[in-house]
Nanobody, 118 residues
Framework: QVQLVESGGGLVQAGGSLTLSCAAS????????MGWFRQAPGQERKFVSS????????SYAGSVKGRFTISRDNAKNTVYLQMNRLEPEDTAIYYC???????????WGQGIQVTVSS
């Protein structure tokens, strides 16, 4: 059973930084893609970033490219999202997600709130 547990959210002022963590278990990590999505109030859930566990290839949404960095720690089975130069528009619930590389179905964490004040 897939388990994804996020941590590290909170309240930060505009221009500040936060790092989200996602501890993964119940997966064959070598063949998965890990991702971060976010959902702001009244909006649909949107892609933020992803990383392939084996090769470390990364992808970013245009709105966060250059400000956010996704990384992984193989020993800790954990994925991180380093968020710099945060903007009020980054305020959302952030979800960790995982899928097998041959699948289109994501498994989800419970979500964690990030609030950026102006």
């Amino acid at each position: 059973q897939v388990q994804l547990v996020e941590s590290g959210g909170g309240l930060v002022q505009a221009g500040g930084s936060l790092t989200l963590s996602c501890a993964a278990s119940g997966l064959t990590l070598s063949s998965i893609i890990m991702g971060w999505f976010r959902q702001a109030p009244g909006q649909e859930r949107k892609f933020v970033s992803s990383i392939t566990w084996s090769g470390g290839s990364t992808s970013y949404a245009g709105s966060v490219k250059g400000r956010f960095t996704i990384s992984r720690d193989n020993a800790k089975n954990t994925v991180y999202l380093q968020m710099n130069r945060l903007e009020p528009e980054d305020t959302a619930i952030y979800y960790c997600a995982a899928r097998q590389s041959i699948s289109v179905t994501w498994s989800w964490g419970q979500g964690i709130q990030v609030t950026v004040s102006s």
